[in-house]
């Protein structure tokens, strides 16, 4: 039975963090504004340095930095009775067995995108968040955005009529940020621009579409890099819809998005991250905003799932869904561009 408690009688919910890195950081300095609903326990972080920079956020607020256990099982063996849910937020590769660990542990689960490496890794957490029964969230701005989850309504409800095409670009000076880092190992990584902050805009895309992606054709370019820098997708629904997707990495400063589906009684624009919602109608001039909640940090809206307010807008099968389309990706730009279908995919990674 999954527990919707806060925490321990009604406490604050007792909270593991693996990772302290950049976007550890972040994301705690957003955990530290609701310190009456969350208490971090210990964190698991092996860089000393790195570890000394996370802490550094809490004594900023007059608190005592969480103790370190750099190694994730002895910090499960030690904690496992006193914490109540990890969040993850680690480079890619490790996604799949620091969340089951968790999961195994008896812990509920906020893990940061992209969710795992590939299809493969995604069914298995949905083996184990069903054998467990714990709560697994994949930490996707997009699907958690009240924007995103009201365009989904729009688009399946009949307002706009049939989903005829998709369109997503996304683009930042993503190569120059992560130069010498992590994020430009392939065997770390899984992937360039379009794995990282390009992920958003494969999941976010997919979830607009609600059906599966039945052939795909991509390119994509290292521009000297180890990583894919910039890419080109295109791709067929199962409905027969069309989808294009573009993504830069190598731009000026910047990091921004447009996302636009044409229906045959309308058009909407989103982005990936769900930072705009607009409508444009037959017998409209232009696109007109269309009122919706304001987006919350992933972090709030695990609380807000955990604790039984709202339906888990993004979980692991979401992680799939995206995933299946990367293998996709992935297959068909090995091969120069050449149409892969799912079933394609699946037999080429059989074979591995």
């Not at 956020?57 to 750099?70: H, T």
């Not at 890794?121 to 069903?130: K, T």
């Not at 919602?277 to 269309?290: C, H, I, M």
């Not at 120069?336 to 079933?343: A, D, E, N, Y």
Request: with cysteine.
């Amino acid at each position: 039975m999954l527990d919707t408690s806060n925490g321990s009688a009604g406490g604050p919910l007792r909270v593991a963090i693996v990772g302290c890195g950049g976007m550890a950081r972040h994301h705690v300095t957003q955990m530290l504004r609701h310190q009456d609903s969350v208490q971090v326990v210990a964190v698991c972080e092996p860089s000393h340095a790195t570890y000394d920079r996370f802490g550094a956020i809490f004594s900023d607020v007059g608190l005592k930095a969480p103790p370190n256990e750099p190694d994730l099982q002895q910090l499960l063996t030690r904690y496992r009775d006193v914490l109540d849910a990890a969040f993850i937020i680690t480079p890619h590769v490790f996604h799949h067995d620091q969340a089951a660990s968790c999961m195994e542990a008896g812990l509920d689960v906020l893990l940061e995108k992209p969710m795992v490496m590939n299809a493969r890794e995604a069914r298995s957490l949905i083996q184990i968040r069903d054998r467990t029964g714990r709560l697994l969230v994949v930490a996707f701005n997009g699907s958690l955005s009240p924007q995103i989850r009201r365009a989904h309504e729009i688009l399946h409800n009949g307002e706009l009529g049939l989903i005829l095409n998709i369109h997503g670009v996304v683009w930042q000076s993503w190569r120059t940020h992560t130069v010498n880092t992590w994020r430009q190992l392939p065997e770390i990584a899984g992937g360039g621009f379009l794995f990282d902050t390009g992920a958003h805009m494969l999941n976010t895309i997919a979830d607009l579409a609600g059906e599966p992606f039945v052939e795909v054709a991509a390119w994509l370019d290292n521009r000297g890099a180890p990583v894919d820098i910039t890419g080109t997708i295109m791709a067929r629904l199962a409905s027969g819809a069309f989808v294009t997707l573009s993504g830069c990495g190598d731009t000026l400063e910047s990091c921004a998005s447009d996302v636009r589906v044409f229906c045959t009684q309308g058009i909407l624009r989103t982005g990936v991250w769900g930072e705009r919602l607009e409508v444009q109608r037959q017998g409209e001039r232009d696109l007109q905003p269309v009122d919706s909640l304001p987006s919350s940090g992933p972090w709030e809206q695990f609380i807000r799932v955990r604790s039984g307010l709202m339906a888990n807008p993004c979980p692991p099968e979401v992680g799939l869904r995206m995933a299946l389309l990367w293998d996709m990706v992935q297959a068909s730009a090995a091969l120069g561009g050449r149409p892969i279908t799912q079933r394609d995919v699946e037999s080429i990674f059989e074979k591995r």
